[in-house]
T-cell receptor
Framework: AQTVTQSQPEMSVQEAETVTLSCTYD???????LFWYKQPPSRQMILVIR??????QNATENRFSVNFQKAAKSFSLKISDSQLGDAAMYFC???????????FGKGTRLHILP | DSGVTQTPKHLITATGQRVTLRCSPR?????VYWYQQSLDQGLQFLIQ???????AKGNILERFSAQQFPDLHSELNLSSLELGDSALYFC?????????????FGPGTRLTVL
């Protein structure tokens, strides 16, 4: 069974600084997708960034980028120029290409210090 | 706004009762997913429907059931409620296409069982 592990329950970063959230996953499959979701205090689940496992190039969305290491089964999220609005719970997630359900990690709560 | 709507936003009920949560997917999306977010279990996939048919089942209790109607809206029925059923219930929808099928999440229904 696939699992997703986020080893940092909470993190803090100074506004305008850079922070990296860690995620590792376990799977025996070769074709899958990885995601980072943001859940602000409003509870809405917002897709931040996604990565197809067959793509070697790391995904980037504005201030958000990932470091995808397929062999190490690692998928970290880097947030540059942190803003107060980035404060939220961040979930790393996995979906097999042959499946529809998403498997989520336990989440990392990110605090932005002004 | 993801385009997925869920009603009600909040629900407070007593143990042993039965409730129905409703979800309307984004226009054109044929797949509906239900997830449960609780403090101890995190975010877990419950069940998926595609165009009215059950497609995948996750960690859904026998006391829970769901269906998708011809107009594609879905309902999640929770019966014989227990204190531990208190959680945030998300509905998500996606278009059923090959490859990366992004799931769009609704705002969730907060269920409190007293």
């Amino acid at each position: 069974a696939q699992t997703v592990t986020q080893s940092q329950p909470e993190m803090s970063v100074q506004e305008a600084e850079t922070v990296t959230l860690s995620c590792t996953y376990d799977t025996s499959e070769s074709d899958y997708y990885l995601f980072w979701y943001k859940q602000p205090p409003s509870r809405q689940m917002i897709l931040v960034i996604r990565q197809e496992a067959y793509k070697q190039q790391n995904a980037t969305e504005n201030r958000f980028s990932v470091n995808f290491q397929k062999a190490a089964k690692s998928f970290s999220l880097k947030i540059s120029d942190s803003q107060l609005g980035d404060a939220a719970m961040y979930f790393c997630a996995y979906r097999s290409a042959g499946d529809d359900k998403i498997i989520f990690g336990k989440g990392t709560r990110l605090h932005i210090l002004p | 706004d993801s385009g997925v709507t869920q009603t009600p936003k909040h629900l407070i009920t007593a143990t042993g009762q039965r409730v129905t949560l409703r979800c309307s997917p984004r226009s054109g999306d044929l797949s509906v997913y239900w997830y449960q977010q609780s403090l101890d279990q995190g975010l877990q996939f419950l069940i998926q429907y595609y165009n009215g048919e059950e497609r995948a089942k996750g960690n859904i209790l026998e006391r829970f059931s769901a269906q998708q109607f011809p107009d594609l809206h879905s309902e999640l029925n929770l019966s014989s409620l227990e204190l531990g059923d208190s959680a945030l219930y998300f509905c998500a929808s996606s278009a059923h296409i090959q490859g990366l099928k992004e799931q769009f999440f609704g705002p969730g229904t907060r269920l409190t069982v007293l």
